[in-house]
């Protein structure tokens, strides 16, 4: 779990993925030549700070978001967030202006609900803001702030230690109103005639999704996937015999918002591990969900 601890300690609140972008770069030059394949990497100018990792002849491209939510310094030590994330009084949060490093709390005024800080001086205006990464790892569970989506990514870069012909897409902005996907599976589209994506994301426990009993595959959100493809999922995942479990919402979405609108016929699914205590510094994983979203996906992108 150290590459984990390391993804989830790194800010990159949405719009300002940059460092973990780089560390993404600098991971896949220092460990692909011990992956099965070597891919093609793709990160310019044309993809902002995205990453496109290219294996073999590509039937299937994966996404996972790097960014998290997090939290905008505004004006008179007022707070705005980026994405949803859960607010409480005395939540701490860290970053780094002109003026140096930030380790502040979360304030919360009792009349009005505004979101503010607490700290020896004003902050500069613009300046992003995360919570502190407390990383606690047990025998049975991962928890620390970021698994959102870091347990995605982690996921993403585990697969390409083994992964022969597949995309793997590193995307911006998801906690915040997407855009990146779109510029993305345009040109993985055209590119490599690419049209089944895998959504590397992390869900929720609720009522049907428990801890610890296997991935997610999700039927449906705000959105809902062809039913076709879905079911050639579903099929994979029962025959593997790896464990896992079936989600259906009426709310949430994911990078797949931008697929489903896009002029190409994509086929997409949502497949992740739950997750408690979401968008908090405290978000909680069971391991076993981990190691089966990994193995699904290894299989997956042999299958599909």
Same mark, same amino acid.
């Given at each position: 779990?150290?590459?984990?601890?390391?993804?989830?300690?790194?800010?990159?609140?949405?719009?300002?993925?940059?460092?973990?972008?780089?560390?993404?770069?600098?991971?896949?030059?220092?460990?692909?030549?011990?992956?099965?394949?070597?891919? +093609?990497?793709? *990160?310019?100018?044309?993809?902002? /700070? #995205?990453?496109?990792?290219?294996?073999?002849?590509?039937?299937?491209?994966?996404?996972?978001?790097?960014?998290?939510?997090?939290?905008?310094?505004?004006?008179?030590?007022?707070?705005?967030?980026?994405?949803?994330?859960?607010?409480?009084?005395?939540?701490?949060?860290?970053?780094?202006?002109?003026?140096?490093?930030?380790?502040?709390? &979360?304030?919360? /005024?009792?009349?009005?609900?505004?979101?503010?800080?607490?700290?020896?001086?004003?902050? !500069?205006?613009?300046?992003?803001?995360?919570?502190?990464?407390?990383?606690?790892?047990?025998?049975?569970?991962?928890?620390?702030?970021?698994?959102?989506?870091?347990?995605?990514?982690?996921?993403?870069?585990?697969?390409?230690?083994?992964?022969?012909?597949?995309?793997?897409?590193?995307? #911006?902005?998801?906690?915040?109103?997407?855009?990146?996907? *779109?510029?993305?599976?345009?040109?993985?589209?055209?590119?490599?005639?690419?049209?089944?994506?895998?959504?590397? !994301?992390?869900?929720?426990?609720?009522?049907?999704?428990?801890?610890?009993?296997? +991935?997610?595959?999700?039927?449906?959100?705000?959105?809902?996937?062809?039913?076709?493809?879905?079911?050639?999922?579903?099929?994979?995942?029962?025959?593997?015999?790896?464990?896992?479990?079936?989600?259906?919402?009426?709310?949430?979405?994911?990078? *797949?918002?931008?697929?489903?609108?896009?002029?190409?016929?994509? !086929?997409? #699914?949502?497949?992740?591990?739950?997750?408690?205590?979401?968008?908090?510094?405290?978000?909680?994983?069971?391991?076993?969900?981990?190691?089966?979203?990994?193995?699904?996906?290894?299989? &997956?992108?042999?299958?599909?």
């Amino acid at each position: 779990m150290q590459l984990l601890r390391s993804l989830c300690r790194i800010p990159a609140p949405a719009g300002n993925e940059v460092a973990l972008t780089r560390f993404i770069l600098d991971y896949v030059q220092r460990t692909q030549a011990a992956w099965r394949h070597q891919p +093609v990497v793709i *990160a310019d100018d044309r993809f902002q /700070d #995205c990453v496109l990792l290219v294996f073999g002849q590509p039937r299937t491209a994966v996404f996972a978001h790097l960014d998290s939510i997090g939290f905008t310094v505004r004006y008179g030590r007022q707070l705005v967030r980026i994405g949803g994330p859960q607010a409480e009084a005395g939540y701490r949060l860290v970053g780094m202006d002109s003026q140096g490093q930030i380790d502040c709390t &979360l304030t919360i /005024d009792e009349e009005t609900g505004e979101l503010g800080y607490a700290f020896h001086r004003d902050i !500069d205006r613009g300046t992003e803001l995360t919570f502190y990464c407390d990383f606690r790892e047990t025998d049975t569970t991962v928890q620390s702030c970021y698994l959102d989506n870091r347990l995605g990514v982690w996921n993403a870069l585990r697969l390409c230690e083994t992964l022969e012909h597949g995309v793997v897409a590193f995307s #911006c902005w998801e906690e915040h109103g997407g855009g990146s996907v *779109a510029y993305l599976a345009k040109f993985i589209n055209e590119t490599y005639g690419v049209r089944q994506a895998l959504i590397s !994301d992390i869900t929720w426990v609720t009522e049907g999704v428990h801890a610890g009993q296997g +991935v997610a595959i999700s039927l449906r959100d705000s959105l809902i996937p062809r039913r076709a493809y879905v079911d050639r999922i579903r099929a994979i995942a029962t025959q593997s015999g790896i464990p896992h479990q079936l989600e259906v919402e009426g709310s949430g979405g994911s990078d *797949a918002k931008e697929l489903q609108h896009a002029a190409a016929p994509w !086929d997409w #699914c949502f497949i992740g591990a739950p997750e408690d205590h979401v968008h908090s510094p405290d978000e909680l994983v069971d391991k076993r969900d981990i190691a089966s979203m990994l193995a699904l996906y290894q299989v &997956l992108m042999q299958e599909l």
